[in-house]
T-cell receptor, first 113, second 113 residues
């Protein structure tokens, strides 16, 4: 049973526009959420995170929004750049000493010049 | 560069064999995590060590084992290999439980023929 779901396997956007990547979760015990970016032949790179006590966190061009009641989070990239083309993974942690991350299957983002 | 190193980068072996994957965490990180990424699957948590002690276990097969040494490097041992064990194996590290952000190595691609 997938506890973290990324329902869009791929997303294509134009350079300069906004990219919105979505993630849904089912486990109410998750209290910390993270986004990772992964290029081919490399390990996942930590991008941005959010605690369940917040509903928004910004870091430069990247903003993560959390809607706890809907068990939904999204990553906004503005403006999108061709170098953002990668697979993006959503991950969640229960915290409280349980530090393992539960990952979604990823969304492949392509930013076209 | 996350600061996490993994060796070897690629490993090709035959069914029934045993292999050892090695990971060195970022300087100062006490926790090491192992994840498996198979085709069509997201990253699956296998096992976590914290300062030499096993901390958490995921869906790790009995044929697989791991340990963390006094210098904090970790090894993942895979034995009686099967074709289905072919996957990317990632190691990640984090400072402690206070922050769930994990930093991943480049991975080891295991091919079992």
């Amino acid at each position: 049973d997938q506890q973290v779901k990324q329902n869009s396997p791929s997303l294509s956007v134009q350079e300069g526009r906004i990219s919105i990547l979505n993630c849904d979760y089912t486990n109410s015990m998750f209290d910390y959420f993270l986004w990772y970016k992964k290029y081919p032949a490399e390990g996942p790179t930590f991008l941005i995170s959010i605690s369940s006590i917040k509903d928004k966190n910004e870091d430069g061009r990247f903003t993560v929004f959390l809607n706890k009641s809907a068990k939904h989070l999204s990553l906004h990239i503005v403006p999108s750049q061709p170098g953002d083309s990668a697979v993006y993974f959503c991950a969640a942690s229960e915290g409280g000493g349980s530090e393992k991350l539960v990952f979604g299957k990823g969304t492949k983002l392509t930013v076209n010049p | 560069d996350s600061g996490v190193t993994q060796t070897p980068k690629h490993l090709i072996t035959a069914t029934g064999q045993r292999v050892t994957l090695r990971c060195s965490p970022r300087s100062g990180d006490l926790s090491v995590y192992w994840y498996q990424q198979s085709l069509d699957q997201g990253l699956q948590f296998l096992i976590q060590y914290y300062n030499g002690e096993e901390r958490a276990k995921g869906n790790i097969l009995e044929r697989f084992s791991a340990q963390q040494f006094p210098d904090l490097h970790s090894e993942l041992n895979l034995s009686s290999l099967e074709l289905g064990d072919s996957a990317l194996y990632f190691c990640a590290s984090s400072v402690d439980a206070a922050r769930p952000e994990q930093f991943f190595g480049p991975g080891t691609r295991l091919t079992v023929l």
